[in-house]
């Protein structure tokens, strides 16, 4: 019969306990969210890319508004003075930069395709779309221990052939014929005539079997 009451007693005391909140896991602290059981992430803080980036010659300019320690950045790339590309941003502790807007996610578009920051460096590294390198932007155009690359994107011209010959020569020669010569005298005077020298201008056409002294040649010349 007691022990009846005593396990009576104990789950009323349980029943107390869960009521009045004893027990309950506490809310994270302001600013942290729970990530899995017993785990607890601290989102990083965005404060310290507000401000103007650019890069070394002035001509790429990257603008972070901060909307709070955490909360997600406004940022706006201009490429000579005009807007180039605009979102709200993300910085993460490996350097990866989440690019959104209304809440999703987005790719870069425009001049560039990829914003990255360096923690190292405190930089950003922002690479043209175009596949012709990248450029990293400083704080207030500040010293940066990398170099930016560039790769040459002029596309190669062309080159067109054409004859180049010096002044054309006229050259003579010598048909070949038979050595005895049979037949009737106008025949005889026929050949003689055929072995005399004869002139032939050089051309494109008569190259092959007229002798010359100088050759024509393809040379090329850029369009």
């Known amino acids: 019969m007691k022990r009846r009451y005593w396990i009576g007693g104990v789950l009323l005391v349980m029943m107390l306990w869960g009521m009045m909140g004893c027990g309950r896991a506490e809310a994270p602290p302001a600013g942290q969210m729970v990530d899995g059981p017993g785990m607890m992430y601290t989102p990083e803080d965005q404060s310290p890319f507000a401000g103007s980036w650019q890069s070394r010659d002035g001509t790429i300019i990257l603008e972070v508004e901060s909307r709070g320690q955490f909360e997600a950045s406004g940022i706006q790339v201009f490429v ?26 987005i790719l870069m578009t425009g001049t560039f395709d990829n914003l990255t920051f360096s923690h190292a460096e405190n930089a950003f590294r922002i690479r043209y779309s175009d596949g012709s390198g990248h450029r990293w932007l400083t ?11 560039i790769f040459s994107t002029e596309s190669k011209t062309p ?44 051309t494109a056409l008569n190259a092959a079997t007229v002798s010359y002294d100088e050759m024509c040649q393809y040379k090329g010349k850029a369009d």
């Open 139 to 149: 704080k207030d155009g500040a010293a940066c221990g990398e170099e930016d690359v």
């Open 80 to 105: 000579n003075g005009e807007p180039d590309f605009a979102s709200d941003a993300w910085v993460y502790k490996t350097g990866n930069v989440k690019l959104t807007q209304e809440h999703k996610d």
């Open 159 to 202: 080159l067109s052939k054409e004859w180049s010959c010096p002044t054309v020569r006229q050259r003579t020669r010598v048909n070949s014929v038979p050595t005895a010569v049979s037949g009737s005298p106008s025949a005889a005077k026929a050949a003689a005539g055929s072995r005399q020298m004869r002139r032939f201008p050089f």
